[in-house]
C-alpha cells in the first residue's frame, strides 16, 4: 500500500482541486484518504468561534462532500477533530513507510501558514520519505506567493492597480480577457482508502477517531445543537447547493451578468422572493471553498462573451478583483487584522471598549431602527447585503458609537456564513474610514470628523458577489 492523504482545508469541493486531481493522477500511489480536521484553534474548544449559522454551513458543507465522495467514488471524508500537528503524528506513526504523500491547499493566512510549517517539520523528522506539496491559487485566482513575490509588487489599493496586477501576471487573450485557468473538472476516479485501518470508529476521542459526518451535530455542546436546530437558513452549505445556485444566478442568466453592477443591487433582496439576495448570493460557498473562483469567473466570462457587459469595478468581475486585492493585502501587509503595526490603518483615538454599545449594537438593541434590523437579520440567517454592512459598520465606527472597528469585526467573523479572514478585515478596515484604500480615510482623523462623514458617499463592494 502507498497512501497520500489529500487534506482538505478551507477548499470543501471536489471540482478544480489541484491536490486532489494531481493525487489521483500519481501514478504510485494506490489508495486516497480524503481527511478533514476540526481544529480548535479555528473553531474553539467548545466550536464557541462560530455562531451557529456559520458552524451548520460548514456542517452541511463537510457532510455534501461526504456524500459526493461516497457517491461518485465511494470513499468517504475522513473527519477528525484536535490540533493538526498531532494528527498527522499520528498518522505517520500509523502508516509508517506507507505515508507516500501529503497533498493539500495553500492556505494564506498566518495561522494556515504556520500549522502547515510545523505538520512540515514533523512529518520530515517522523516521516522523511513522505512527499509534501502544498497547491497555490486553490483560493484565489492568482497565486499569492508568487505574486507578492515579484520584485515589481506593490501594495494595490485600487482598480486600477489590480487591473495591471491581472495583465501582468495573466495576460490578455485575443477578446481582451485575462487569461485565467480553466477550472479543473471532478477526478473521473479516485483510489479506494487503505485496506488496512488506520482510523477508529468508535471508543474515546485520540487524533485518529474518526467521525461521520451524521456525528458532527452530537459533538457540539447541548445548547449550541439547540440553537443549530431552531435555525432555518436560506443557504445550505455545499459542493451541490454552490454549483446549483452558479447556474441558477449566473451560468444561466446571462442579462443578469452582463447588466450587473454592484452598487445598483438591493438590500430588501428581490421582491418577488424576499429571502433571495439581488446579488449572486455566492459568497458563501466562495468563503468555504465549496465552489471556485475560476470556476465562476470563467462563467461570467462566457456570459461576457455573448453581448456588451458591465465592467470593473461594478461588475461581477470587478467584485472578484477586489476580492484578489484584499487577499494579497492580507498575505503581504504584516498585522492586517490588527489596528496597530499595520500600514494599511491609519491610527484613530476610538474610544474604549464600551460593553453596553456593543451589546446593544450585536443584539440589534440601539434604538436606530434600520441598523437593530439589520444586525437581528445578521444573527438570524448568517447574512446581510453589503449596503447593509456598510450602514453596520459605518454606525458602529465613525459614525454614532466610535468603537474600534476590530470589535465589530469580531462579531462579522463569528456570524457570517461568508465570513473570510482577508476579506472581513479588509472590508472593515475601508469602511471605518481608516485605510489608504478607502476614501473616508482623508476625514477620519478625529472624533469631531465623524458627524461630517456620516453621509460620506464611497461605496464599496463587499469584495464578495
Known amino acids: ?22 493525487a489521483c493522477q500519481e501514478k504510485g500511489i494506490t489508495s486516497i484518504i480524503p481527511l478533514y480536521v476540526l481544529d480548535p484553534a479555528i473553531l474553539g474548544q467548545d466550536y464557541e468561534k462560530f455562531g451557529p449559522n456559520r458552524l451548520n454551513f460548514l456542517f452541511e458543507s463537510l457532510c455534501d462532500l461526504d456524500s459526493r465522495l461516497s457517491s461518485e467514488y465511494a470513499s468517504k471524508l475522513i473527519i477528525l477533530k484536535g490540533d493538526p500537528e498531532r494528527v498527522f503524528e499520528c498518522l505517520a506513526q500509523k502508516l509508517g513507510g506507507n505515508f507516500d504523500s501529503l497533498y493539500c491547499e495553500y492556505g494564506s493566512e498566518p495561522y494556515e501558514r504556520e500549522i502547515f510549517s510545523t505538520i512540515e517539520q514533523t512529518l520530515r523528522k517522523n516521516s522523511p520519505g513522505t512527499k509534501i506539496k502544498m497547491f497555490g491559487a486553490f483560493q484565489t485566482v492568482l497565486d499569492l506567493e508568487e505574486t507578492i513575490a515579484s520584485p515589481a509588487y506593490l501594495h494595490p489599493k485600487s482598480m486600477k492597480d489590480m487591473l495591471k496586477l491581472f495583465s501582468s501576471n495573466l495576460g490578455t487573450g485575443e477578446k481582451g480577457f485575462f487569461q485565467v485557468e480553466d477550472p479543473l473538472p471532478h477526478p473521473a476516479q479516485l483510489k479506494p482508502l487503505p485496506s488496512c485501518k488506520v482510523f477508529s470508529s468508535s471508543g474515546p476521542a485520540d487524533p485518529l477517531r474518526s467521525y461521520s459526518s451524521d456525528e458532527l451535530s452530537g459533538l457540539l455542546p447541548t445548547s449550541l445543537q439547540s440553537e443549530i436546530q431552531s435555525r432555518n437558513s436560506y443557504f445550505p452549505g455545499g459542493e451541490t447547493e454552490a454549483l446549483a445556485r452558479l ?37 458563501p460557498y ?37 476580492r484578489e486585492m484584499f487577499y494579497l493585502l492580507s498575505r503581504s501587509v504584516e498585522n492586517w487584522d490588527q489596528d496597530s503595526g499595520n500600514e494599511m490603518c491609519k491610527p484613530i483615538d476610538w474610544d474604549e471598549f464600551q460593553a453596553e454599545k456593543m451589546t446593544a449594537w450585536e443584539k440589534g438593541q440601539t434604538g436606530f431602527p434600520l441598523i437593530d434590523a439589520l444586525m437581528r437579520q445578521l444573527d438570524a440567517t448568517g447574512w446581510m447585503h453589503h449596503l447593509g454592512r456598510h450602514a453596520v459598520s459605518c ?23 461568508d465570513s473570510d479572514w482577508a476579506l472581513n478585515n479588509g472590508n472593515w478596515l475601508w469602511l471605518s474610514g481608516v485605510a489608504p484604500f478607502s476614501m473616508p480615510s482623508r476625514k477620519t ?19 464578495s458577489p
Open 1 to 22: 500500500m502507498s497512501a497520500c492523504v489529500v487534506w482538505f482545508r478551507k477548499s470543501l469541493r471536489l471540482h478544480d482541486n489541484p491536490a486532489l486531481t494531481a
Open 247 to 283: 447556474h441558477k444566478k449566473v451560468s444561466g442568466q446571462v442579462d443578469f451578468v452582463n447588466s450587473f453592477r454592484k452598487p445598483r443591487t438591493a438590500s430588501t433582496n428581490e421582491p418577488d422572493a424576499p429571502l433571495e439576495p439581488s446579488t449572486t448570493g455566492l459568497s
Open 286 to 322: 466562495l468563503s468555504t471553498g465549496c465552489l471556485s473562483v475560476r470556476m465562476l469567473w470563467k462563467e461570467c466570462e462566457k456570459c461576457y462573451l455573448l453581448g456588451n457587459h458591465s465592467e470593473p469595478p461594478e461588475s461581477l468581475h470587478g467584485q472578484l478583483l477586489f
Open 395 to 417: 454606525f458602529l465606527t465613525r459614525g454614532q458609537l466610535w468603537q474600534n472597528w476590530t470589535f465589530g469585526r469580531d462579531v462579522f467573523d463569528k456570524k457570517l456564513v
Open 445 to 463: 482623523k478625529s472624533k469631531k470628523a465623524r458627524t461630517s462623514d456620516r453621509s460620506a458617499a464611497s461605496w464599496m463592494p463587499n469584495a
